[in-house]
């Protein structure tokens, strides 16, 4: 067990990553944002010096997934689509030990915008990364009680134009359902103070993550359109 990230070996000794259980997560961290900014401080002590381990994303990422448990049923879809990425993505370790890693195998095989490609998944996983940044910055920008303004506008900036309209419609559909701005930060063990403090945090170590993926992409001339 990695910080709630669960590994298990099977009978070939091929390692099972399982994420961690939102509730688990919950009830045994202290603040489940307390958990997300220090995995991406973590990341972004690793990227000073170079590449990103693939394991160690992982192990990251598998906490964003919690957030979006928080926020309820709005982002239920927008969950399921995260961790299945994710899932597929760490499918790759065998191969990868890093991002740049991921790209170049898809490279060679050109099929890096393949459905179900391993550089593919690590798009979905990043926009993931960087849609709870865009809503901590409009947390940080507003004391609306509302969220559903500050949800659609980062939603739609961020993972709208690449999900399908199935998705979208639920998303949109679940806005109504979103917590309070109070109780999403009980939900989350905080106060409007001690959150104010972690989304900072978490901002500033996952925006140079999210930075350097795109760079990863634009190195072998890949767009970020898609």
Known sequence: MMNG???????????????????????????????????????????????????????????????F????????????????KLEGLMEASPACGTLKDVIEVDVASKTVKSPGSYSRNLRRVRQGVDLVRAIFEQLLATDDSCLKEIASSAYAQICAPYHTWAVRTAVHAGMYTLPTRDQLFLRLNETEKSAETKMKRYINAATPVIEYIDKLYLSRKIPLNW
């Open 5 to 67: 990230v669960e590994v298990i070996m099977d009978n070939s000794s091929t390692s099972i990553v399982k994420l961690p259980d939102p509730a688990v997560v919950a009830a045994t961290t202290s603040s489940p944002l307390s958990a997300i900014a220090e995995a991406f401080e973590h990341l972004a002590k690793l990227l000073n010096r170079g590449d990103l381990p693939l394991d160690a994303f992982y192990e990251a990422c598998s906490f964003v997934s919690v957030l």
């Open 69 to 84: 448990n928080c926020l309820g049923f709005a982002f239920k879809f927008a969950e399921l689509e995260y961790v299945a």
